[in-house]
């Protein structure tokens, strides 16, 4: 077909270009958010005088419906448009004639396409924002329920001291937590709206911006029309928060899946997260988990591409930045569900407190509270690092636990140790002595849990 922008041009352009050069394949996606931008475009022109209200209430009759069509699946958007903006203008020329052409007055696709592509992002941020605190109100409520369900606190993948699973959990409340902090503040910062800006210098016609901004939700109109045009940091920092997103989720998931392998035996995946082996009939792979984990790349690819798209181009737009909406599409997509399933799996997983505290207790956890123990006993730490140490060392070829050790045994290696040593190296002490804020103790991570609640009820207000 005749393109909208054809005047200049003496022959068609060729297919295999066409082609190249349409996005009609991917940006029909905001097909609704084009629609939205035009009708405040017809309402600031009407105000302004451009249009006349006979004008105005034609192309908006008109507008509605396309839009109510395409909604009702009575319109199909087809590869014979350019893209969404070409296929909303023909059509409504075709639906209302003349007043229909007068659509594009003051405006061009460059500010048309960086609106559509704002409010698109923008109403994605908020379903974004939503799931993460789905994901959290799941992490509270399992940080409630297992404030006292004691298991080992790893460095280096090593047994290092007793924590609970609350604690571990509340690690990735924050993590989320402020995930969902760096969406609020994406949406702030790119609550500004291009339209109006033209292709990149404005218009002789005399514009309301600020009206038209104020139409479509803004908190005010783009300050420099080059800049608006232009402008796709604001993807990039969305790609970024969700490639975080995306390395939380799957430091998440490689936990589950190796708490899952039966050297661990710490959880219990449900079946519906699960999948079995085609030949192995024991096997109950941690799938959904694994994949979360491997979906992070993807992610990760969409933000370094459109880095390295823009990081050339010069001022103003540049037919490069078509390329910031399939990728953006795929990882805002690729987030949600992995959000929605993470959520769903460990709302799901069963927790085997009793191998977890096993766990804890025969690793040594509780060494250093050994250690403090003598020191607050007049042992110099360096002494008592190294008497524990050795203790650590007989426990391990016996295969036995420090507090399995008789008295006798253990003042074999220090006469500082006596009876109440059992009490203040049992777990459940090495716990609740560690109270400052941040730490495992019940007292802290109740703190903890009413600072996370308050914190989940503001984002309802």
Not at 85 to 100: D, K, T
Not at 103 to 112: A, E, F, I, P, V
Not at 413 to 438: H, M, N, Q, W
């Amino acid at each position: 077909m005749a393109q909208l922008w054809g005047g200049r041009f003496t022959k068609e352009t060729d297919e295999l270009v066409y082609r190249f050069n349409a996005s009609v394949s991917f940006d029909k996606r905001f097909y609704r958010q084009d629609i939205e931008g035009s009708m405040a475009h017809v309402k600031m022109l009407a105000k302004q005088k451009i249009l006349t209200e006979e004008e105005k209430e034609k192309i908006l009759d008109g507008l509605a419906g396309i839009l109510r069509d395409l909604e009702n699946k009575d319109l199909q958007i087809t590869p014979e448009y350019e893209d969404i903006h070409s296929f909303v203008e023909a059509n409504l020329i075709a639906r209302i004639g003349e007043a229909g052409k007068k659509l594009h007055t003051g405006r061009s696709r460059n500010d048309q396409v960086a609106l559509d592509m704002k409010l698109y992002t923008r109403g994605e941020v908020v379903r974004l924002r939503e799931l993460v605190k789905d994901l959290l109100t799941v992490l509270l409520d399992l940080m409630e329920k297992h404030i006292h369900t004691y298991m080992p606190g790893f460095t280096h993948l090593q047994k290092a001291q007793p924590i609970t699973l609350a604690h571990h959990l509340g690690a990735y409340f924050e993590m989320f937590k402020r995930d969902h902090q760096r969406l609020a503040d994406i949406y702030r910062r790119m609550n500004t709206c291009p339209l109006g800006s033209g292709a990149l210098a404005g218009t002789t016609y005399p514009l309301d911006r600020a009206y038209s901004a104020r139409l479509l939700g803004f908190d005010g109109a783009a300050q420099n029309s080059m800049d608006a045009v232009s402008d796709r940091d604001y993807l990039i920092e969305l790609l970024s928060a969700l490639s975080t997103i995306m390395m939380h989720l799957s430091r998440f998931c490689e936990e589950m899946i190796i708490w899952n392998s039966n050297e661990y035996r710490f959880i219990e995946l449900d079946d519906a997260y699960s999948t079995g082996s085609s030949i192995m009939p024991q096997k109950k792979n941690p799938d959904i988990a694994e994949l979360i984990r491997g979906k992070t790349g993807r992610v990760y690819g969409a933000l370094t591409a459109i880095l390295t798209t823009m990081k050339g181009l010069p001022l103003a737009y540049n037919k490069d930045m078509q390329e910031d909406k399939e990728l953006t599409f795929d990882a805002i997509d690729t987030v949600k569900g992995c959000l929605s399933l993470f959520a769903a799996m460990l709302s799901t997983t069963k927790f085997n407190s009793d191998r977890m505290e096993a766990s804890a207790r025969g690793g040594f956890t509780n060494a250093t509270d050994a250690a403090d123990y003598l020191v607050n006993r007049g042992v110099a730490f360096r002494d008592a690092h190294g008497i524990v140490g050795r203790m650590v060392l007989e426990c391990i070829e016996r295969g036995v636990a420090l507090d399995d050790l008789t008295l006798e045994e253990m003042q074999s290696f220090s006469p500082a140790f006596e009876s109440d040593v059992y009490e203040a190296i049992s777990l459940k002490t090495c716990v609740e002595k560690r109270c400052t804020l941040g730490a495992p103790s019940e007292k802290a991570m109740r703190e903890a849990i009413a600072v996370n609640k308050r914190y989940l009820q503001e984002q309802e207000e």
